[in-house]
């Protein structure tokens, strides 16, 4: 393949491949679209990735190892980078707020470290980061802003960076087809790809080692359909906010440490279809059971023995009784 060098597309996920991924897919200096996504390619990702001009970049479920050098931070034109479900380690490069064209980053199961880079917070175009099932620590970022892809460019007007030679009619098209990215949502893995995609934004940094208060900026994050918090070691109150939500549909910060009351304005998030604040160190009344807090069932609150109200227990039987 290294001979074809005007090719633009390598689509060929979930076969049996096997072996490193070629050194020669380097001289394809037209390559835009590489997914080699579901097969059993192994060894460490190519450093000379980074003298092409790939968009969409789909390495996910292989068993490549090696830590996330700073080869990708050189392919300015990137808008998906998938390596999730792989065995690679090592931190998040400082130099990813290069990747200006970024929109959905999914680096989720593999074995990645340290903590969450600031730099993260440079990538205006980013729609969708998964971090999840990681060994991630610190605090999170309070400076992260995503936006769907769909409101970036609804004029149509994109244009990769480094003055690529693919025409505004190939991105579209592309687009509309596209690689589908996996994305899990209401407790369930999706396949999200096309027009569907650029719709989407959300945020996945359950599973791993979290710690500090959550960001009262995150509440500002309007956009978001999916914010997954849990499995982490976060303290603190929930922010009141994320009543600001008003595009979330699902909403996961169970088996954390976090504390205080569950702010009562989250019951104007209309959207809100999956909830969970399960097993943490809340206390006080839960929302109020209207709208869509009157689906949610005495699971998405349990292992919080001071919450009350339905359909947990009755506050009036945990007041203390009255002094004599």
């Known amino acids: 393949m290294g001979n074809m060098s005007s090719l633009q597309e390598i689509i060929m996920p979930n076969n ?47 068993k490549l190892k090696g830590s996330l050098t700073t080869q990708f931070c050189h392919i300015s034109s990137l808008v998906t980078l998938d390596l999730s479900d ?17 929109s959905y980053l999914i680096l989720k199961n593999n074995n990645i470290e340290g903590e969450i880079p600031s730099q993260l917070c440079k990538l205006q175009k980013l729609s969708l980061i998964d971090l999840s099932q990681n060994h991630l620590s610190g605090h999170i970022p309070s400076c992260l802003n995503l936006t769907p892809f769909d409101e970036l460019y609804k004029d149509g007007s994109f244009v990769p960076n480094r003055g690529l030679s693919m025409s505004l009619s190939y991105f579209k098209n592309t687009l509309s087809i596209g690689e589908p990215v996996h994305f899990t949502t209401k407790n369930m893995q999706y396949s999200y790809k096309g027009k569907i995609l650029s719709y989407m934004s959300g945020i996945d940094f359950s599973c791993n080692k979290l710690i500090g208060k959550i960001p009262l900026e995150i509440g500002h994050l309007s956009k978001i359909q999916v914010l997954n918090l849990s499995h982490n070691i976060l303290a603190g109150q929930i922010p009141s906010t994320f009543s600001n939500l008003v ?41 109020a059971r209207i709208r869509q807090f009157a689906t949610f069932n005495e699971s998405c609150y349990q292992g919080n ?8 227990k009755s506050c009036s039987a945990t007041s203390p009784p009255p002094m004599i």
Do not use: R, W
């Open 16 to 62: 049996g491949l096997e072996g490193p991924i070629p050194i020669n897919f380097c001289q394809l200096q037209f390559l835009l679209i590489l997914d080699l996504s579901n097969n059993n390619i192994s060894g460490s990702l190519p450093s000379c990735f980074s003298t092409g001009q790939i968009v969409y970049l789909h390495l996910s479920k292989n």
């Open 247 to 287: 595009q979330i549909e699902s909403l996961d910060l169970s088996y954390n440490n976090l504390s205080g009351k569950i702010p009562p304005q989250l019951v104007e998030l209309y959207f809100l279809s999956t909830f969970s604040v399960a097993y943490n160190n809340l206390s006080g009344e839960v929302p």
């Open 86 to 102: 792989n065995q690679l380690s090592g931190n998040i490069p400082d130099c990813i707020n290069m990747l200006g064209e970024l």
């Open 305 to 312: 023995p001071l919450l009350c109200g339905k359909p947990m």
